[in-house]
């Protein structure tokens, strides 16, 4: 009868111990898929309204800690991705063809895509301002830590304002202007849609493209994987084209008087 007694406890205490670690997995496997779904439609809902701020990205480059709590599932799965496709080009599985990590569009201004180090190119000055066109990553160290780093979060799959382009554009001319400076590099994620357009509104802000589509074929035949659109019908459900968003820069430029005195007729402003 002892025996028995006893035997009975161990299954209790048994079942109850399994019990008990069945009821911690279940619950960190709800928390585990509400912590990806309010990252998901946080993410979603950032994209839907163009709302970058919700990164909290500061001005140095850095994402805080806390924003993983309600964007750590998305940003997980989306780096994740990033990584894997980077990872899939070293093997020659490349998501588009002739995707380099950056090009030289003009004199000293180069476009391209998120990198851990400065890029270095034989013939280039060497990089010496930074403009950061993301909000989905803590940029990193190197590129953070250059003479003028510049950060103009914009959404990924979404288009900057025309005053972030005015931003850049001056900011990038001014430099290119000095002879004395280095070069400039503009990136987003991947270098095909948010990097390019700021890169098309420094080309038409410094003089060396006249209209939207010469821009917009320049850039193209230098960087073949831009996703810049040179048409102005607007897709449905599609963002605003990036043709449509480089004339309404084009127009910011011409209704103010200063801007219109910062144009120049030599179509090489800052090219040696």
């Known amino acids: 009868a002892a025996l028995a007694y006893h035997g009975a406890l161990g299954l209790v205490a048994a079942g109850g111990g399994a019990g008990w670690r069945s009821?911690?997995?279940?619950?960190?496997?709800?928390?585990?898929?509400?912590?990806?779904?309010?990252?998901?439609?946080?993410?979603?809902?950032a994209i839907a309204f163009d709302v970058p701020g919700l990164y909290c990205k500061r001005a140095c480059g850095t994402i805080p800690a806390f924003v993983w709590t309600y964007l750590g599932g998305w940003m997980l799965v989306y780096r994740a991705l990033w990584l894997a496709k980077r990872a899939l080009a070293r093997f020659g599985l490349?998501?588009?063809?002739?995707?380099?990590?950056?090009?030289?569009?003009?004199?000293?201004?180069?476009?391209?895509?998120?990198?851990w180090d400065i890029p270095r190119l034989d013939g280039v000055p060497e990089v010496d301002m930074v403009v950061d066109m993301t909000c989905e990553w803590s940029e990193p160290l190197a590129l953070r830590s250059v003479d003028d780093y510049l950060l103009t979060p914009v959404v990924d799959t979404?288009?900057?304002?025309?005053?972030?382009l005015r931003l850049v554009a001056e900011r990038v001319v001014g430099h290119l202007r000095d002879p004395s400076r280095g070069s400039v590099y503009i990136h987003c994620a991947n270098g095909y849609g948010r990097s390019a357009v700021a890169t098309a509104a420094v080309l038409l802000l410094g003089g060396l493209c006249d209209t939207v589509e010469e821009t917009v074929d320049l850039i193209k035949a230098a960087r073949p994987v831009v996703s810049l659109d040179a048409k102005r019908q607007k897709h449905f459900c599609g963002a605003i084209p990036h043709a449509?968003?480089?004339?309404?820069?084009?127009?910011?430029l011409g209704s103010d008087a200063e801007s219109e005195e910062t144009s120049s007729s030599d179509p090489k402003l800052w090219c040696a």
């Open 94 to 115: 490349e998501y588009k063809l002739d995707d380099r990590l950056c090009d030289v569009i003009a004199d000293r201004l180069l476009l391209g895509r998120l990198t």
């Open 23 to 45: 009821s911690i997995f279940a619950i960190s496997r709800s928390l585990l898929q509400l912590w990806f779904g309010v990252g998901f439609c946080t993410a979603g809902v």
């Open 158 to 164: 979404t288009r900057p304002t025309v005053e972030q």
């Open 244 to 252: 449509q968003l480089l004339h309404a820069f084009i127009e910011e």
